[in-house]
């Protein structure tokens, strides 16, 4: 008998442990449900639970706030020329992680922004942590358009400005300079920074992993571009006084000079120069020395030009008028508290006039030890020295003038002809100009049209007075003829050559020479000081040396700004001069007078 094949059923295979189709099912629709469920709790979470963190990963990898750069204000002179100018450029930047992954662009790269192939390579590795590092500022747009074409991965330009000053080294101690990124380090840029820089804007973007922007997204902050500001300065004006200061400092072979002149009825600046000076557009290599504003931040004792101010607390106390009482200034010789007071020439009698148009310091003196100490100190405070002008000029020395009731006898004397205090250029300036308005003082100012401060310092009648005391000196026989004269013109003015401080007393060697003066005299319209630190050619007198350069610059600055002349025909007020005719263009020959010898006015 044959046995039968045995055979087992469905349920014996799964007791058996086979495969089943329902378990595999089961299994696979569960381990699918879990990835699921942990899909969504993923997704929960990075959408969720911790959204804004991803959010910021995100955007800081894709979205930037990038600054929109603005343009500063440009500065015009009083007839709206340009005196400094923002122009566009382009500054190039790098993420140097970026940059270093394509190493073998690196030399295309240094040589379009001028540097050595090995040393951009370690400037990038040193900062590779960064994702910003500038790799040339300020660029013109072509040359930087060169760089940017060469498709560095990394690389990006950013828009920028950089000033410009037309003038260059003419306007510069004015004007001051920016830094590299557009603020105002010295001058008026520092001054008015905050009206001149603006606001920069700030946009949202969306740039690539190669920092190239992508899209705009929205404006964060629109830029608010710098303002406009209109100098008091006159641009023609300028170049004078520059071009005859410099010539006379290279000639006289002068260790620096300044100049200062101011419209007198506004107290507006008019022109304000230094030598030595610089380029503002070219600072790189310049010396700091030749940066510093010299008539607003070096001192000097004025020497003779202080004699009008004496002369002013004089006309004041009612002992003094222009005429007497004379006073005897002997042999040239006046020995007071063991100090010999000196002049150059034997004097004589002499009237107050007199004493300034021969410029005698031992008249000067004798004049200043009648008058009450207080009233003298009075003067001298009320005209601005041992003060600031409150011109807002960064910087702006106060000058020194030592508190009246600390005076000696002697040392009253010695202020009398300009020494024992320290004055700036724009202080004397502003002071002769406060004589020429019928006294009144105004703040000196920069700016065209402003509103600046104004008082009354002496009676009007004293002003015009000391204004014809001073007109003497220009006439024959003082001590500014003939350097000062301005055809057509009254000059009025007062020349003064001082001994310079040393360690330990003055210098027998050293001088500074000066002269301040106004013109028109019968109407003023411009006062002015020059100043020449230690003329070493030639002569050292102050009338010779800065004489000139006043006679020269204030000529042409009258006949540009259009002033009728008041002295039409004649050399000087008072007639013309025997045999000369003031028409002709030809000044009479010099006469025999020098300005004030200082060698033997320095106090001891």
């Known amino acids: 008998m044959t046995p039968r094949p045995r055979t087992t059923s469905h349920s014996s295979r799964r007791r058996d442990g086979a495969p089943s189709t329902r378990r595999r099912m089961v299994l696979v629709v569960s381990v699918l449900g879990m990835a699921s469920l942990g899909l969504v709790a993923r997704a929960f979470d990075m959408q969720v639970v911790r959204k804004d963190f991803y959010q910021n990963q995100a955007d800081a990898r894709i979205l930037r706030e990038v600054p929109i750069a603005v343009s ?17 450029v382009m500054s190039i930047w790098a993420n140097p992680a970026e940059v270093l992954d394509n190493e073998d662009k690196l030399p295309a790269l240094a ?13 990038l590795a040193q900062r590779s942590e960064r994702e910003f590092v500038y790799l040339k500022r300020q660029m013109s747009p072509d040359a930087a358009q060169v760089v940017l074409d060469l498709a560095v991965p990394g690389v990006n330009g950013q828009r920028e400005f950089r000033r410009f000053y037309p003038s260059g080294p003419v306007t510069a101690h004015v004007l001051g300079f920016t830094n590299i990124d557009d603020h105002g380090q010295e001058g008026l840029e520092l001054a008015f920074d905050d009206w001149l820089a603006g606001k920069e804007g700030r946009k949202r973007v969306i740039r690539d992993r190669q920092g190239h922007v992508v899209e705009d997204l929205d404006l964060v902050r629109a830029p608010q571009p710098g303002r406009d500001i209109t100098l008091s300065i006159d641009r023609r004006i300028q170049f004078l006084a520059y071009n005859e200061l ?45 940066r510093r504003n010299r008539a607003m931040t070096d001192v000097v004792e004025p020497g003779s030009t202080i004699k009008p101010f004496v002369m002013a607390a004089a ?9 007497g009482p004379l006073v005897d200034t002997g042999n040239g010789h006046f020995f007071y508290i063991r100090k010999d007071i000196r002049d ?37 405070r009320a005209f601005g020295f041992g003060a600031s002008t409150n011109s807002g000029f960064p910087g702006e020395a106060s000058g020194y003038l030592k508190p009246g009731k600390g005076w000696g006898m002697l040392e009253k004397a010695i202020l009398a ?11 004397l300036a502003n002071g002769y100009a406060t004589i020429a308005d019928n006294g009144v003082m105004h703040s000196p100012t920069f700016v065209k049209g402003s509103d600046n401060e104004a008082k009354q310092i002496i009676d009007p009648k004293i002003a015009k007075e000391l204004v014809q005391m001073m007109v003497a000196v220009t006439q024959p026989g003082g001590t500014g003829a003939p350097y000062t004269w301005i055809a057509n013109y009254g000059v009025a003015g007062k020349s003064g050559t001082a001994h310079k401080a040393t360690a330990g007393g003055y210098s027998n060697n050293n001088y500074s020479s000066a002269f301040a ?25 102050g009338a010779l040396v800065s004489g000139p350069v006043f006679s020269k610059v204030l000529d042409g600055a009258l006949r540009l700004l259009d002033v009728p002349p008041d002295n039409i025909g004649r050399w000087y007020v008072g007639g013309p001069l025997q045999g000369q005719d003031g028409l002709t263009g030809n000044k009479p020959p010099a006469v025999e007078t020098v300005d004030d010898a200082p060698v033997d006015e320095a106090p001891q």
């Open 72 to 88: 500063r204000g440009t500065i015009f002179d009083r007839n709206g020329e340009p005196l400094a100018v923002s122009t566009p």
């Open 246 to 290: 410099k010539n006379t400092i290279q000639q006289s072979d002068a260790d620096s000079g300044s100049m200062v002149i101011i419209d007198v009825p506004t107290g507006e600046v008019l022109a304000m120069v230094n030598w030595p000076t610089y380029n503002p557009n070219a600072l790189r290599g310049s010396n700091p020395s030749s």
């Open 111 to 123: 040589k379009a922004i001028g540097m050595d192939p090995d040393a951009l390579k370690q400037y």
């Open 344 to 380: 150059t020439h034997s004097n004589g009698m002499l009237s107050p006039t007199g004493i300034i148009a021969k410029s005698s310091n031992i008249g000067a003196a004798k004049v200043a030890l009648t008058l009450d100490t207080g009233l003298m100190y009075d003067t001298y």
């Open 417 to 427: 002809y300009g020494y024992g205090l320290n004055v700036t250029p724009l202080q």
């Open 517 to 541: 003066g106004v013109v028109p005299a019968s109407n003023p319209r411009l006062a002015a000081v020059v100043i020449v630190d230690n003329p070493r050619k030639g002569s050292y007198y």
């Open 315 to 323: 006309l004041s106390s009612g002992k003094y008028t222009p005429t």
